[in-house]
């Protein structure tokens, strides 16, 4: 059997991880394919060294652009890529532009697909990664749902038939780097921090519009207690551009980490703050409090068990960090960190 894996973006590259080790333990041939969405070392190449990933068989190289723009290279050069290696599944990751255009190419050459992390829903049609999930999932031929929540979501859309929960693949590498990380030193003691909150900020809606990236940097800033801002390249862009000093006050600025620093920041805070979906789940894995500057979030099990607080307004946050503890649990509601094995069994078992 041959597996055709798309990614092009940091979160991709983590989910990607377990699943390149399950398929090189079964008799799976694996081509993977980097659009190139992602292109900054640290946004990119460093999770393939540092997850032990094979290099990508093929890049793309597409770089930035807009949606349109970026999409519409993706797909001028993955029919070329789909029609060489004609696999048996199509595999595409999540919600970026690189998913929804492995989808399309797909689909229009008659490949079968598979959508990782199927079923997710925001319900805000003015996120980007919205209108990627729900055309990805229509066209899927089988979609692989991370829990129940987002199985539902598909059967209430007509993909019952088409639908499998395998638990989340970001659960098995966050818990396996968990384990790793035990004997690491917090990378936050360079900057001579043992208390802090670890942010991060990098969506269209908070950082595009001047007036809301200036209030919610004005609102870390003033925190009480220290805050590690983790600087995704489009932070740094859009803050140069709307002249918005990002250092200010309580908040130290520093390269986005790898994933093995990430996970003993995440773990080693006080708390996150962020308007990512992933960190938010990985927050809760590693049972960090979080706050998440948005309107709705797709991991609502993260809510509803306390650990996750929704902050829309930057007048909120300071509340929001500074909130009580939540109870603990031993709720798993993404999987026991076996997830990857289950998506490469389904690959090769389900019936088209």
């Not at 770089?63 to 595999?91: C, F, I, K, N, Y």
């Not at 007036?211 to 489009?234: D, F, M, N, S």
């Not at 099990?301 to 939540?326: D, F, K, Y």
Request: glycine share 8%; proline share 6%.
């Amino acid at each position: 059997m041959k597996v055709l894996s798309i990614v092009g973006a940091r979160p991709q590259f983590v989910k990607l991880a377990p699943v390149a080790s399950a398929m090189g333990k079964r008799d799976v041939e694996h081509v993977i394919v980097h659009t190139g969405q992602h292109y900054d070392d640290n946004m990119s190449d460093v999770f393939f060294r540092d997850l032990g990933i094979p290099s990508p068989n093929v890049h793309l190289g597409v770089g930035s652009g807009s949606h349109g723009v970026q999409t519409g290279a993706m797909l001028g050069a993955l029919d070329g890529v789909l029609e060489e290696h004609r696999p048996d599944w199509v595999l595409v990751y999540g919600d970026t532009n690189s998913t929804v255009a492995g989808a399309l190419s797909a689909v229009k050459l008659h490949l079968p697909l598979a959508h990782l992390e199927a079923g997710l829903r925001s319900f805000n049609r003015r996120m980007p990664e919205e209108h990627n999930r729900v055309l990805t999932d229509h066209a899927a031929d089988l979609c692989l749902a991370p829990t129940e929540r987002a199985a539902a979501h598909l059967r209430s859309e007509g993909l019952a038939a088409r639908t499998l929960v395998t638990g989340d693949v970001m659960t098995d590498v966050c818990l396996e780097t968990a384990r790793s990380a035990e004997t690491l030193a917090n990378p936050m003691g360079e900057h001579g921090l043992e208390k802090y909150a670890l942010a991060t900020l990098h969506r269209a809606e908070n950082t595009d519009e001047p007036e809301r990236l200036r209030a919610i940097v004005g609102a870390l800033a003033e925190l009480p207690l220290p805050v590690v801002l983790t600087a995704h390249p489009r932070l740094v862009v859009r803050a140069q551009q709307h002249g918005v000093d990002l250092g200010a006050g309580s908040v130290t600025v520093v390269p986005p980490l790898n994933y093995l620093s990430m996970v003993a920041a995440v773990r080693g805070a006080e708390m996150v703050i962020t308007d990512s979906g992933g960190l938010q789940k990985e927050a809760f894995l590693l049972r960090t409090p979080c706050t998440t500057i948005r309107t709705e979030t797709e991991w609502g099990e993260t809510i509803e068990l306390g650990w996750n607080l929704l902050c829309p307004e930057p007048s909120g946050i300071e509340r929001s960090v500074t909130r009580a503890r939540p109870q603990d649990t031993d709720a798993a509601p993404y999987g026991d960190g076996h997830s990857a094995d289950a998506v490469v069994e389904a690959l090769t078992t389900w019936q088209l």
